[in-house]
């Protein structure tokens, strides 16, 4: 994984302030391959609870995210039990690594 703790720290810290203790973060893609180099961190925020404005939700983050990361692209998928599962969520679970 090519996060370091303090980034993963800082992560999860954002989920828990902003959506409470029981929201789960996952990384995916290509951040979990030690042998690549450079590319965004794509980040799976997986919620107990419906979402209204899950576009929202995800820009939101994702500035947060950006800042705590010192600028880097984040990209932030949102999974809600009022929101449509895509093949992405899928693969964001089976693939990724809860942080």
């Given at each position: 994984m090519r996060l370091s703790a303090t980034q993963c720290e800082a992560i999860r810290a954002i989920v828990s302030n902003s959506l409470g203790p029981a929201a789960r973060v996952r990384l995916f893609g290509s951040r979990l391959d030690d042998?690549?180099?450079?590319?965004d961190v794509d980040l799976l925020v997986?919620?107990?609870?419906?979402?209204?404005?899950?576009?929202?939700?995800?820009?939101k983050l994702s500035v947060q995210f950006m800042?705590?990361?010192?600028?880097r692209k984040v990209d932030v998928l949102v999974a809600a039990p009022n929101l449509a599962e895509l093949p992405i969520h899928r693969i964001a679970r089976e693939q990724g690594v809860l942080l």
């Open positions: 042998s690549a180099k450079g590319g997986e919620l107990d609870v419906p979402v209204e404005a899950p576009a929202t939700l995800a820009a800042r705590a990361l010192g600028g």
